[in-house]
């Protein structure tokens, strides 16, 4: 069982930036893909960005996100990282890390673990 921790949730104002956090608890933390994913009131858990295993040399990005968000990990730490930059109204929604071994679970909204969220609101 992997347990994920998230932090950095904040209230910014719009075009400022973020980054948020995400521990694990698992010592195997490299080997699983990791991701983050968003809902807003009123809305669906959407994928935002998920990072591939070991050395996160694949990333993927929801097209909304793709150029303003950046995904990175550190093995080291057990600890996986949001960048937001140039942040929007829209972007405001509660925050989840999950965690899972493939890139197209994520895409499907199914991986395998999920911390419990962390708030960030863009005032406009």
């Known amino acids: 069982q992997v347990q994920l921790v998230e932090s950095g949730g904040s209230l910014v104002q719009a075009g400022g930036s973020l980054r948020l956090s995400c521990a694990a608890s698992e010592s195997t933390f490299g080997s699983y893909v990791m991701g983050w994913f968003r809902q807003a009131p009123g809305k669906e858990r959407e994928f935002v960005a998920a990072?591939?295993?070991?050395?996160?040399?694949?990333?993927v990005y929801a097209d909304s996100v793709k150029d303003r968000f950046s995904i990175s990990r550190d093995n080291v730490k057990n600890t996986v990282y949001l960048q937001m930059n140039s942040l929007k109204p829209e972007d405001t929604a509660v925050y989840y890390c999950a965690a899972g071994p493939l890139i197209a679970t994520f895409k499907r909204g199914a991986p395998d673990y999920w911390g419990q969220g962390t708030q960030v609101t863009v005032s406009s």
């Open positions: 990072i591939s295993s070991w050395s996160g040399g694949t990333t």
